[in-house]
């Protein structure tokens, strides 16, 4: 994960009631850090400091001084966005199918997992409480008002609302029903041998907040596909070893079912990519999007996440897109976008939420990753997934009295992103840093950008500080990505680029 911070901020949300989900990030992320990055203690202070701004309020009354109207109130004056539940299963209830991972049945404010209390990185000892509380009083009420205020995320409940506010596209029932079935059960079962991945941060080892894997497409029967652009098994070892965090599990070959989803799927983006606009250093090679591999997640209940990031690009190069298919329970996808340091000043970023419902097919397409992250937060319940197991035949549903007592649970969410790893950036063409580890391509996300989201300018960063073993360390690799001089492409810009480059070079 690129900036783990935001999962901490995540999780410390995710405890407050909701009258204090409106507190600004930068209160929260000072008051982790005054707490060692444990987020249940930064939770109890931050309520400690409401009860005690209460109290101040109170007694300023007695004494007729003028006074704040306490953090309470403060919040309480910020609109909820909050809808009543339907039918939903408590974060904490297993009684519907779960993958064996055990989990009491308790408030979520006393559930302590190995991610809720990651120490912050440079903290040291924590502070006094009264630099906390002091950050958490209500504003003066002879302060400037802000200019420009942080809104609450907008839901985006329709595919019109999807397309209309995001670099992305929703497409709902993506899949034959059955087909959807039981690709879900089939990776259910797959998930029993999942793993978490294990990395170094905030000075010591964590685990993922769920289970993931990844899984390699045998091309030799695509049609459509340069079978010249192949990647070797060593190559696609080295690739599944670095996206799992330094992982030693081998690259898994697609299911039958995933791959009969996969061809579908592929007609759905390729039919949405020919009404974009693309991007000079979008992949130039094969006239369709063609997936040949598959990262998968699953979410066990409402506390299972993953925090904001954007995808790292080492294998996909500039501008990919990615075809996120959902199965099971419906989860919010939060999508937050990165502002350029320039338009800081006048406005702040907006977050979006998607709920992704079971079959549905969110489809990230460029700039996505260059301009925003995105997360699956956590949530204090969810709708519980009841479906027909494909083992039961629609006449046998017919003939049984209670066809309800036929239906099966689940509090799992099955995600699978469908991508595609570009031949220009294959592992063995990736640059080494000097710890010998294969380096990591970044945008520069807050850096200089056109009206429709263009930026042309990455680099490639050490990342064996994540390694346990490293404990943080790492050589501290820096190098702008050059795409010409690197032997990159075939770009979709390539002539366009070539000009640029005469250009410059009779100009210097």
């Known amino acids: 994960m690129e900036n783990d911070t935001e999962t901490l901020l995540v999780m410390l949300s995710s405890l407050l009631p909701e009258s204090h989900q409106y507190i600004d990030q930068g209160s929260l992320l000072e008051t982790l850090l005054d707490c060692e990055g444990n987020v249940e203690e930064a939770a109890k202070l931050?309520?400690?400091?409401?009860?005690?701004?209460?109290?101040?309020?109170?007694?300023?009354?007695?004494?007729?001084?003028?006074?704040?109207?306490?953090?309470?109130g403060w919040l309480k004056q910020q609109p909820s966005t909050t809808s009543p539940p339907s039918k939903r299963v408590n974060s904490g209830d297993m009684s519907t199918r779960t993958l064996g991972v055990k989990v009491p049945a308790q408030d979520h404010r006393e559930h302590t997992s190995p991610s809720t209390s990651l120490k912050v990185k440079g903290s040291g000892k924590p502070n006094s409480t009264g630099n906390a509380l002091a950050r958490l009083k209500p504003p003066s009420t002879s302060a400037t008002p802000e200019t420009t205020p942080q809104l609450p995320p907008l839901t985006l409940g329709t595919p019109e609302m999807v397309a209309n506010h995001t670099t992305c596209t929703l497409h709902p029932r993506v899949l034959p029903p059955e087909l959807a079935i039981k690709l879900f059960e089939t990776m259910l079962t797959e998930a029993e041998n999942w793993d978490r991945n294990r990395f170094w941060l905030f000075e010591r080892a964590v685990e993922s907040p769920h289970k993931n894997s990844f899984y390699v497409r045998d091309m030799s029967a695509v049609a459509g596909y340069d079978q010249d652009d192949?990647?070797?098994d060593l190559e696609w070892k080295e690739a599944a070893h670095y996206w799992t965090q330094f992982g030693a599990a081998d690259p898994i070959p697609f299911p039958k079912l995933m791959e009969e989803a996969c061809r579908l799927l592929e007609d759905v983006v390729n039919?949405?990519?020919?009404?974009?606009?693309?991007?000079?250093?979008?992949?130039?090679g094969n006239r369709r999007w063609i997936a040949?591999?598959?990262?998968?997640?699953?979410?066990?209940?409402?506390?299972?996440?993953?925090?904001?990031?954007?995808?790292?690009?080492?294998?996909?190069?500039p501008y990919p897109t990615i075809a996120s298919l959902s199965l099971g329970v419906s989860r919010l996808f939060r999508l937050r976008e990165v502002i350029p340091k320039s338009e800081e000043a006048t406005r702040k970023p907006r977050s979006f939420n998607v709920p992704l419902a079971h079959n549905s097919l969110l489809i990230m397409h460029p700039p996505t990753q260059e301009v925003s992250k995105h997360a699956i937060i956590p949530q204090t319940v969810i709708d519980t997934f009841r479906y027909r197991p494909s083992s039961c035949s629609p006449s046998t549903s017919l003939l049984n009295d209670d066809p309800e007592s036929q239906l099966e649970s689940s509090n799992c969410r099955i995600n699978i992103t469908f991508r595609f790893f570009r031949p220009d950036f294959r592992p063995l063409?990736?640059?080494?840093?000097?710890?010998?580890?294969?380096?990591?391509?970044?945008?520069?996300?807050?850096g200089k950008r056109d009206?429709?989201?263009?930026?042309?300018?990455?680099?490639?960063?050490?990342q064996a500080g994540k390694k346990i073993e490293n404990e943080g360390k790492d050589c501290g690799m820096w190098k702008e990505m050059n795409a010409m001089a690197?032997?990159?492409?075939?770009?979709?810009?390539?002539s366009a680029m070539r000009e640029d480059s005469t250009r410059n070079a009779n100009t210097n």
């Not at 690197?486 to 390539?494: L, N």
Request: proline fraction near 3%; aromatic fraction near 8%.
């Open 46 to 72: 931050i309520s400690q400091s409401t009860s005690r701004a209460a109290g101040q309020a109170s007694s300023s009354t007695k004494n007729k001084r003028k006074r704040h109207s306490g953090l309470d």
């Open 230 to 232: 192949g990647i070797s």
């Open 271 to 284: 039919v949405e990519m020919r009404k974009r606009k693309q991007f000079d250093l979008e992949w130039g």
């Open 292 to 317: 040949n591999v598959a990262a998968a997640n699953c979410y066990e209940g409402a506390k299972e996440n993953v925090g904001f990031h954007s995808d790292g690009l080492t294998y996909l190069g």
């Open 429 to 446: 063409t990736i640059p080494r840093c000097k710890c010998g580890e294969a380096t990591i391509l970044r945008p520069d996300m807050r």
């Open 451 to 462: 009206k429709d989201g263009r930026l042309d300018r990455y680099w490639w960063a050490c």
């Open 486 to 494: 690197e032997g990159r492409g075939p770009f979709v810009g390539d």
